[in-house]
């Protein structure tokens, strides 16, 4: 939802605008003290402040408080806020979020909203109410209740005090229903501006209405939060009694003329977060569909050393010799498990955490069992989804940390020896320890691996990678030490691990066993 809902807002505002800007890692980095020293310098001012008080008191000696509290603050000057206009234009366009580890559509249509200084904003609200107030709503009666195709189904025309809100309708439903559930809720749209509501309904969705207004007011913090806010946004203190008697007072006609008016069923941008290959061509017949990509964009490096160019023969020749080592008979096919004791840095303190990793190589899959303290954690991780479960509970993995697994797997000499014909490797010459360097790369690693070879056994005594770390925000070098390597079953592995993070300490790994199944 929380995807669905921000690109919604792109599409809506301009993804370039203020309203559909989003924070990236560049732009969070690009702020320092000084930005925001000169920010509160700039808003935390007298002109700028407004005090609500509720409660028993005496008016005298609370205002002589708050003088004497807030006095000294400098009055300044007030900050006009002046939000950017919206230029918006009414299309139909659709939209197309892939979420291969799902198999149901969120989907959001709509358009823009309107102002709440608009003289239709009790007409727009009742309509809203009729079309999608809650359980009594026509799309949860006929789209959820009466067709069975949502687990969910939503909806609001939005008015914005500063800024158009948005008109939006949602649900929720299996893949193979995603055209249906469309169908449905545009049907209704279109109806409530073609059939005048009847007396009854109106009647019913305004006492539903006025009676759950009643909610907003019904303690003494609402009442002051409610009046703070229409004083900032410019409306009279009486604003919620006009609404009152404006709701009573709207008519069968005003439900129908602002749907005609302010709805448009033929213009509506449509955006579908689900899966891809389960959808098919459904959202064809609604126009060229539009993917998005919602990949995050990782922050510049600077200090990402420039290339090294290196020697793609010797690289090969290295790479072979490493492989051979690892894979002393060849290629295995099977399972590789492996039986160890990790100790991590926690803020706690060093843990020790038994761990058993089974790497299918014929599913591509990977099991972690980890044994803590409070129990059994297992994590299973496939070529596009993950999850982690501890006892009866289960939660799925993002994309981003089983994308950040993977590339933990792939920078491994083990995998890197299981997977030669994927990697491509250059000679890069010895390190002051007479140890070989090569750097290897391939198409599913998002950064090169140097990798140390002992140049008597052709064996891994360390890797180093410098890439993006998405729990950290930032890029980060990974150096492993391996030694201690142990052979069975035709596979050799590094019985000690020593893992460090720009320099710190990570993880420390000791391995039991490790064989092919």
Do not use: C
């Not at 290959?277 to 990782?298: R, S």
């Not at 922050?299 to 072979?320: H, K, N, Q, V, Y």
């Not at 160890?340 to 926690?346: G, I, K, L, S, Y």
């Not at 009866?392 to 995998?415: G, I, K, N, R």
């Amino acid at each position: 939802a929380s995807i669905a809902n921000r690109e919604f807002e792109r599409l809506i505002y301009g993804k370039d605008s203020s309203y559909g800007r989003m924070m990236e890692y560049e732009t969070i980095d690009a702020v320092t003290r000084d930005d925001l020293v000169q920010r509160h310098e700039e808003a935390f001012k007298g002109s700028n402040m407004m005090v609500g008080i509720v409660g028993d008191f005496d008016k005298e000696e609370m205002q002589a408080k708050l003088e004497r509290a807030f006095g000294a603050l400098p009055a300044g000057s007030a900050i006009s806020l002046l939000p950017p206009e919206i230029d918006y234009e009414f299309k139909s366009t659709v939209n197309l979020i892939d979420k291969p580890d799902v198999n149901q559509s969120y989907v959001l249509m709509g358009h823009i909203g309107g102002l709440r200084s608009n003289p239709d904003y009790a007409e727009l609200q009742v309509m809203n109410q009729v079309l999608s107030g809650g359980f009594s709503g026509r799309l949860f009666q006929v789209v959820r209740t009466d067709l069975g195709l949502a687990y969910s189904v939503f909806g609001a025309y939005t008015s914005g005090t500063l800024y158009e809100g948005q008109f939006y309708t949602g649900v929720m439903t299996k893949s193979s229903t995603t055209a249906q559930a469309i169908d449905a809720i545009r049907e209704e749209v279109e109806r409530i501006q073609a059939e005048p509501v009847s007396e009854e309904e109106l009647q019913k969705t305004k006492d539903q209405f006025l009676n759950s207004l009643v909610f907003r007011y019904d303690s003494r913090a609402k009442v002051l939060n409610q009046r703070l806010s229409n004083e900032y946004a410019g409306l009279p203190q009486d604003a919620f009694d006009e609404l009152i008697e404006e709701i009573k007072a709207v008519s069968i006609e005003d439900v129908q003329r602002v749907a005609k008016e302010y709805l448009r069923p033929d213009a509506l941008q449509i955006l579908v977060v689900g899966n891809a290959e389960e959808l098919g061509d459904q959202l064809e017949k609604y126009g060229e569909v539009n993917q998005i990509d919602i990949t995050i964009p990782t922050p510049s490096d600077d200090a990402a050393e420039s290339t090294e160019s290196g020697d793609a023969a010797g690289g090969a020749e290295w790479f072979g010799r490493m492989t051979q080592a690892i894979l002393p008979g060849g290629s295995i096919q099977g399972a590789l498990r492996t039986k160890a004791t990790t100790e991590v840095q926690t803020p706690q303190g060093p843990t020790e955490l038994p761990v058993t990793n089974t790497i299918d190589l014929d599913a591509m899959k990977v099991t972690s069992d980890i044994e803590t303290p409070a129990g059994t954690m297992k994590i299973e991780i496939t070529e596009n989804s993950g999850s982690q479960s501890f006892g009866a509970q289960s939660m799925a993995m993002s994309a981003e940390q089983v994308e950040q697994a993977w590339q933990e797997l792939y920078a491994t000499p083990t995998w890197m020896a299981l997977h030669a014909d994927n990697y491509t490797a250059e000679y890069l010459g010895e390190t002051e320890e007479g140890l070989i360097r090569i750097r290897t790369s391939a198409d599913m690693l998002n950064a090169s691996v140097e990798v140390h070879l002992d140049p008597e056994t052709a064996l891994p005594v360390m890797t180093s990678m410098r890439s993006f770390n998405a729990q950290m925000g930032a890029n980060v070098t990974t150096e492993s030490d391996y030694s201690d390597w142990q052979e069975a079953d035709g596979v050799l592995q590094a019985y000690a691990r020593e893992t460090r993070v720009e320099g710190n300490p990570q993880s420390s790994t000791v391995m039991q066993s490790h064989s092919v199944e």
